[in-house]
C-alpha cells in the first residue's frame, strides 16, 4: 500500500472518521501542516508507548499509581466508582468532590465478556474488604447495563458493610459528556441518595 493510503487507513481508526473525512485529514497535514502532523504522531507514539492504567484506580496514568491515588490531600474513606476516565475528568472538574475513584473501564455486559474480573471487581472488593472505604459512590450510567453494574455494585458494598450511594438519575455519564453541563452534573453530585436495600427490615434510603 502507498504511504498515503496508508495514512488515510490509519486515521480511520479514530471514533466517527470515515474514509472522506480521513482523506481530507491526510491531505491536510500533507498540504498545510507537515509540523502539526509531526507534532500528532510523536505524541501518538509517546502516549500509546507510555500511558498504562493505575493500578488502584484503573484511570488512564503514566505512572504505577496515578496523580490522585497518590495524593495525601484526599479523604480516603469516599471511593467514587465511574465507567470511563472520561466520567472522572468531568466530575473533577465539575465538583469539589475530595475521595478517590475507581474507574471500571466498561459496565458489566456478560454477552459481551465484560463480567466482574473484567472491571476489576475483584480488586475492588478486597479493597472495600480492607475496611478503610464508608461511602461507596456509585456513578455508573442510566443506561440498563449501567443500572446492572450499579446494582451489583450496591450489592458488593452491602456485603463489606460499606454505605453506597448513587448520583441523580438523568446525567448522562458514560461517555456521553457532551451532553453534560458542569451544574447538571455538580448538583446530581451533591443530591446523591443513598442506594436502596433489598433488604425490607432496612431503613435510610431515600430516592
Ligand atoms: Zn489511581
Not at 498540504?31 to 493505575?54: I, S, Y
Not at 488502584?56 to 469516599?78: H, K, L, M, Y
Request: proline share 4%.
Amino acid at each position: 500500500m502507498a504511504l498515503l493510503e496508508q495514512l488515510i487507513d490509519a486515521l480511520r481508526v479514530l471514533p466517527g472518521v470515515g474514509q472522506k473525512t480521513a482523506q481530507r485529514m491526510a491531505y491536510q497535514l500533507l498540504e498545510r501542516n507537515r509540523d502539526g502532523g509531526k507534532r500528532l504522531a510523536q505524541a501518538l507514539e509517546a502516549a500509546m508507548q507510555r500511558v498504562g492504567h493505575c493500578e488502584r484506580c484503573r484511570t488512564f496514568s503514566e505512572d504505577p499509581i496515578c496523580v490522585i491515588c497518590a495524593s495525601a490531600g484526599r479523604e480516603p474513606s469516599q471511593l467514587c466508582v465511574l465507567e470511563t476516565p472520561a466520567d472522572q475528568v468531568a466530575i473533577e472538574a465539575a465538583t469539589g468532590y475530595r475521595g478517590l475513584y475507581f474507574v471500571l473501564l466498561g459496565r458489566l455486559s456478560p454477552l459481551d465478556g465484560r463480567g466482574p474480573r473484567e472491571l476489576g471487581l475483584d480488586r475492588l472488593a478486597e479493597r472495600l474488604a480492607q475496611g478503610e472505604v464508608r461511602e461507596l459512590i456509585i456513578a455508573t450510567s442510566a443506561t440498563v447495563e449501567g443500572e446492572a453494574t450499579a446494582h451489583y455494585l450496591a450489592q458488593l458494598a452491602r456485603k463489606h458493610g460499606v454505605r453506597a450511594s448513587r448520583l441523580a438519575h438523568g446525567v448522562p455519564l458514560g461517555g456521553e459528556l457532551e451532553y453534560i453541563d458542569r451544574g447538571t452534573l455538580a448538583h446530581a453530585f451533591g443530591s446523591r441518595h443513598a442506594v436502596e436495600s433489598s433488604d425490607p427490615t432496612s431503613s435510610g434510603a431515600s430516592q
